[in-house]
């Protein structure tokens, strides 16, 4: 059985990584090969790469950029935004990504995925889906203006299935830069209605958000950008989190938090005095991936 996996978005909107809030409002973080970089040491199991810029800008991919943190990358690499054929996915993987995303070249001639899929394998299309809830439905959400698709999120992941996606990332605009946890019902319905890897995200305020998305939800994959930027060990010690619960994840950093206790919420319970006291003169080596 596969493990579940943790992913790391890296956002870059105007070659600059920002947190991204309802897919409206953007906060700047620094540049996106510190971010990949930091991810990679922090031990991630995966990294999204998504260029929100390009397709508004009529850009292609910025290949130089994805060869140079591809180089800084050692977990798959996932990489999306101004693809538009066959050719740019071929490039991309060329210099360097493991995985593309795909999602307004979609909607506008979904048959992109089956070409895709015969020429590079379905292991390496990912096709992204928005999701807005409206008046109580869910809606497929083009990016582009953020107009409504008359498009049943359900019957649409159906086809992209069918198609030869490798895998879905979907994206809950409601939740995106909340905190506010995932969206379970969301990410059920498509776990439940496709064969292939879901990736969920949008939402993650704690390690406990993660669990339910992998034991409520079902995901495959629990990805977020702002829960993992602002701290340095949020990667491990959701991973430890998520071992307690029971969930299998790799663990290969040096630092595992494996024998520390949680809180409800995945926080740390505050340690002893003794053994804080103790952590002052012990020697840690230089982590080492």
Known sequence: MLKQRLGGVVVVKDNLCVQSIGFHKYLPIGKPEIAVEFLNKWGIDEIIYL??????????????????????????????????????????????????????????????????????????????????????????????????????????????????????????????????????????????????PVVACGGAGNPDDFSKAFTIGKANCAAAANFFHFTEHSVITTKAYLKKKGIDLRIDTQADYQSFEFDDTGSIAKMSDSYLAEQRFKYCPPETI
């Not at 999306?80 to 493991?98: C, E, H, P, T, W």
């Not at 946890?181 to 319905?189: Q, S, T, Y």
Request: net charge positive.
């Open 51 to 196: 260029d929100i810029s390009a397709t508004k800008k009529g850009l292609k991919p910025d290949f130089e950029t994805i060869k140079y943190i591809s180089r800084k990358c050692f977990v798959p690499l996932t990489v999306g935004g101004g693809i538009n054929s066959v050719s740019d996915m071929q490039k991309l993987v060329r210099f360097g990504a493991d995985k593309v995303a795909i999602n307004s070249a979609v909607l506008k001639s979904p048959e992109l995925v089956n070409k895709a899929a015969a020429v590079l394998g379905n292991q390496c299309i990912v096709v992204s889906i928005d999701i807005k809830l409206v008046k109580g439905k869910y809606h497929v959400i083009s990016y582009l203006g953020l107009q409504i698709v008359e498009k049943d999120p359900v019957k649409w992941a159906q086809i992209l299935a069918k198609l030869g996606a490798g895998e879905i990332l979907l994206n809950s605009i409601d939740r995106d830069g909340s905190a506010k946890g995932f969206d379970l019902d969301l990410v059920h319905k498509i776990t439940n209605c496709v064969n292939i």
